[in-house]
């Protein structure tokens, strides 16, 4: 089993459209939990931190389920702008496991 | 414009070449690393320096040597790679004042590698 597994897409979805990812991770120990970006040809850059009470910024709200090993982004309203591949990131807790594990990603195209 | 530069962003090599990627942030960040992001795939650690120091190797071939003169720079130097190495290297680095990744890494924009 992958230690970050998410649904690759591709994600096509209209302008305003609500679309949500979601990302199992296997070591129940995982401390902490981000979402990434990464806009194509482009470095991945830090979206959001997801905290285990959910959090939101703007139109863009993350989740955390300890008990079922989850983590999910919903995005209101999407943009063409927001067209781009999603890599959930998992950290641990100890050792070589406080680095960060990337998942595969998942890719969202917003069609005009 | 991000704070992390790498060069070159493009290289073509053969099997039996000699070639370096180099990196340098300016972040004033004290922790530097180096991915290898191949298509459909996750990104892989592939070392860790903090303070200079080297903390993680994670198995990494003897053909991918890193160095680290100082906490702004950071040098990947390859060596008979092969094809299956082609790839995306990405450097990144963070602030880690105790050593504990928090978990924002700033990356370059990548190193676009063809082998061969």
Same mark, same amino acid.
């Given at each position: 089993r992958k230690e970050v597994e998410q649904d690759p897409g591709p994600? +096509?979805?209209?302008?305003?459209?609500?679309?949500?990812? +979601?990302?199992?991770?296997? +070591?129940?120990?995982?401390?902490?939990?981000?979402?990434?970006?990464?806009?194509c040809r482009k470095e991945p850059k830090l979206l959001m931190s997801v905290y285990s009470s959910g959090n939101e910024d703007?139109?863009?709200?993350?989740?955390? +389920?300890?008990?079922s090993q989850y983590i999910s982004l919903l995005i209101r309203?999407? %943009?063409?702008?927001?067209?781009?591949?999603?890599?959930?990131?998992? %950290?641990?807790?100890s050792g070589s496991a406080r680095q960060l594990t990337f998942g595969s990603g998942t890719q969202l195209t917003v069609l005009p | 414009e991000t704070g992390v530069t790498q060069t070159p962003r493009h290289l073509v090599m053969g099997m039996t070449n000699k070639k370096s990627l180099k990196c340098e942030q300016h972040l004033g960040h004290n922790a530097m690393y180096w991915y290898k992001q191949s298509a459909k795939k996750p990104l892989e650690l592939m070392f860790v320096y903090n303070f200079k120091e080297?903390?993680? /190797? /994670?198995?990494?071939?003897?053909r991918f040597?890193?160095?680290c003169p100082n906490?702004?720079?950071?040098?990947?130097?390859?060596? #008979?790679?092969?094809?299956?190495?082609? =790839?995306?290297?990405?450097? =990144?680095?963070?602030?880690?004042?105790?050593?504990? /990744? #928090?978990?924002e890494l700033f990356f370059g924009e990548g190193s676009r590698l063809t082998v061969l």
């Amino acid at each position: 089993r992958k230690e970050v597994e998410q649904d690759p897409g591709p994600f +096509n979805v209209p302008e305003g459209a609500t679309v949500a990812f +979601n990302c199992t991770y296997s +070591n129940s120990a995982s401390q902490s939990f981000f979402w990434y970006r990464q806009d194509c040809r482009k470095e991945p850059k830090l979206l959001m931190s997801v905290y285990s009470s959910g959090n939101e910024d703007g139109r863009f709200t993350a989740q955390l +389920n300890r008990a079922s090993q989850y983590i999910s982004l919903l995005i209101r309203d999407s %943009k063409l702008s927001d067209s781009a591949t999603y890599l959930c990131v998992v %950290k641990g807790s100890s050792g070589s496991a406080r680095q960060l594990t990337f998942g595969s990603g998942t890719q969202l195209t917003v069609l005009p | 414009e991000t704070g992390v530069t790498q060069t070159p962003r493009h290289l073509v090599m053969g099997m039996t070449n000699k070639k370096s990627l180099k990196c340098e942030q300016h972040l004033g960040h004290n922790a530097m690393y180096w991915y290898k992001q191949s298509a459909k795939k996750p990104l892989e650690l592939m070392f860790v320096y903090n303070f200079k120091e080297q903390t993680e /190797n /994670n198995s990494v071939p003897s053909r991918f040597s890193p160095e680290c003169p100082n906490s702004s720079h950071l040098f990947l130097h390859l060596h #008979t790679l092969q094809p299956e190495d082609s =790839a995306l290297y990405l450097c =990144a680095s963070s602030q880690d004042p105790s050593g504990e /990744n #928090t978990g924002e890494l700033f990356f370059g924009e990548g190193s676009r590698l063809t082998v061969l």
